[in-house]
């Protein structure tokens, strides 16, 4: 019936119109424990029954962030939807020739992580000049930073990954500054206060520069090699609110790392890579519904690794990596996680690889990676979505 899941009472039964329900242990029904029954009035300032809204004024954004990117909503008279006349339209395209270039606060680095969590951009750890970082970065709008956290109790780590789950920051996997593979993972309610996730198995490894994507009440593991004593991956890992779980021993794409993937549609895609000795790349697609049935495909874009892709509107975006020949700026997009079709292929960032990206529900960043020639960077390119 429901899978961890909460929903308004009136939704369940229209002879309630306040309280929610949640889904029960079993998945078989509600706990409708606290469901009150009655009648909505529309006008006494509270949502109740089906009311999309009631005396109130929303930013328009919080409304729909795919259409919006600014201005205010009204509630109609009837307590039925918003009147959205002032709401500002988000623009056709994503301007990915233009943008915006700030300098970050933060140290220049690569192999670091990028979230946007409770109205802030984070940047987490990473390798740089003098070593691995085990710091904590926020910042509003891209721009102007904050150093939350000098050294965090997660320690130093690089080609990690970060997510928003559960309402929190997650980090995951990666390696430290010797070299090391951590199996350790830590979040964070904040972002500055950090706990680790005791729920993580013996045999859980997810390497370095793996994927981790998120996908309805889950978060995925995408596990790669371990290096010479831990040729193999470690398998697809599935951590719910019951701890973490290894969904499949094996992984399509062998000992191929630093590959970049997203999810559409509910189908997870995982995209190009480099072999086990860091001479080859390739521009395979993997992708499946449910992290164990694997099918590829060829794709229409550069062979690459150390890139980015993320999700935005139903489309999903591919931005710059390492071809071995160079780093690059382009931009691809999917509409089907398989067929790719170039915009740009000099995008406002400069080329770049092992950098971060992270989406607010207006703004897109790209956050520090390794510049063509070899160098860290610590440039800050976001743009309007």
């Not at 930013?59 to 009147?83: E, H, N, Q, T």
Request: overall charge negative; glycine content about 12%.
């Amino acid at each position: 019936v429901c899978d961890s899941e909460t929903r308004r009472c009136a939704e369940i039964n229209p002879e309630y119109y306040l309280g929610m329900a949640e889904c029960n242990e079993t998945c078989d029904g509600w706990d409708e424990s606290d469901c009150v029954k009655g009648v909505a009035e529309c006008g006494n300032g509270i949502v109740e029954g089906l009311e999309v809204c009631d005396s109130s004024i929303d930013d328009c954004v919080d409304i729909d962030p795919s259409k919006y990117s600014g201005g205010k909503a009204y509630c109609l008279d009837d307590c039925s939807g918003w009147d959205t006349i002032t709401c500002t339209e988000r623009p056709a395209t994503i301007d990915w020739t233009g943008g915006h270039l700030f300098v970050g606060g933060f140290e220049p680095r690569a192999s670091h992580c990028a979230v946007y969590f409770k109205n802030r951009f984070w940047v987490i750890a990473g390798s740089g000049v003098d070593g691995t970082f085990s710091d904590v970065w926020s910042s509003s709008d891209g721009a102007l930073w904050t150093k939350e956290v000098s050294s965090g109790p997660f320690g130093e780590r690089q080609r990690h990954k970060c997510v928003v789950y559960d309402e929190k920051i997650w980090i995951i996997g990666g390696r430290d500054d010797s070299g090391t593979n951590i199996a350790k993972v830590w979040y964070s309610s904040d972002g500055i206060v950090w706990n680790e996730d005791s729920s993580v198995v013996e045999d859980f490894l997810p390497g370095s520069n793996f994927e981790a994507l998120v996908r309805g009440g889950s978060l995925f593991v995408f596990s790669v090699a371990g290096g010479i004593f831990n040729p193999i991956a470690k398998g697809v890992w599935e951590r719910n609110i019951h701890g973490w779980n290894r969904i499949s021993e094996t992984v399509p794409y062998d000992s191929i790392s630093s590959f970049a993937g997203g999810v559409l549609d509910g189908t997870f895609y995982l995209t190009g890579g480099i072999d086990a000795s860091f001479s080859s790349v390739n521009n395979t697609i993997w992708y499946s519904d449910d992290g164990i049935e694997w099918s590829s495909a060829q794709g229409d874009f550069l062979p690459r690794a150390f890139h980015s892709v993320v999700e935005i509107n139903g489309v999903l975006f591919l931005l710059g990596g390492n071809t071995l020949m160079t780093r690059t700026n382009d931009v691809l997009r999917s509409n089907d996680g398989k067929q790719w079709g170039i915009i740009t292929t000099d995008a406002g960032f400069s080329g770049r690889s092992s950098h971060a990206v992270a989406k607010s529900e207006v703004r897109l960043c790209v956050f520090g990676g390794t510049l063509s020639d070899g160098s860290y960077t610590n440039s800050v390119w976001c743009t309007g979505i």
